[in-house]
């Protein structure tokens, strides 16, 4: 009984009905993996495969609540992407996200504005609760 009250807890504390999720990847199985991971939390999520995608829907859905932006895309990259959101609404949270762990992409990540970083492959409850913080 107690197992099941305490699922109902974790489901009810990430259910984010009416909350808009932009999704900045330009990779399948990591969009796959993102749905998957995001579907038990009602969030409507938005897709963008690039960061000029990523741009235009921010300019046309100022609904959307926070953004999971990779930093390696095709044309304008997630950092570029990155500044120009943070211009145009500059309290939206962007949290980055990568596999590619260069030197001082991190910093380079905070120093472009975004508000948290994590690495891939990406923990479930990791997701979770980084999102939750800004959810």
Do not use: C
Not at 68 to 91: Q, S, V, W, Y
């Amino acid at each position: 009984m107690e197992i099941n009250s305490e699922r109902s807890g974790k489901h009810q504390e990430h259910d984010w009905t009416g909350k808009v999720i932009l999704i900045a990847e330009d990779v399948d199985t990591s969009n796959k993996f993102f749905s998957a991971a995001l579907k038990r939390t009602n969030a409507t999520l938005l897709w963008a495969k690039n960061g000029r995608e990523a741009i235009d829907i921010v300019l046309s859905n100022p609904q959307v609540d926070v953004i999971l932006m990779d930093l390696n895309m095709p044309g304008l990259n997630g950092f570029e992407a990155t500044k120009k959101i943070k211009e145009i609404r500059k309290k939206i949270p962007i949290i980055v996200q990568t596999a590619y762990l260069l030197s001082g992409e991190e910093r380079m990540s905070y120093e472009a504005g975004a508000d948290e970083f994590i690495s891939k492959p990406i923990k479930f409850a990791i997701l979770l609760e980084t999102l939750k913080k800004f959810i």
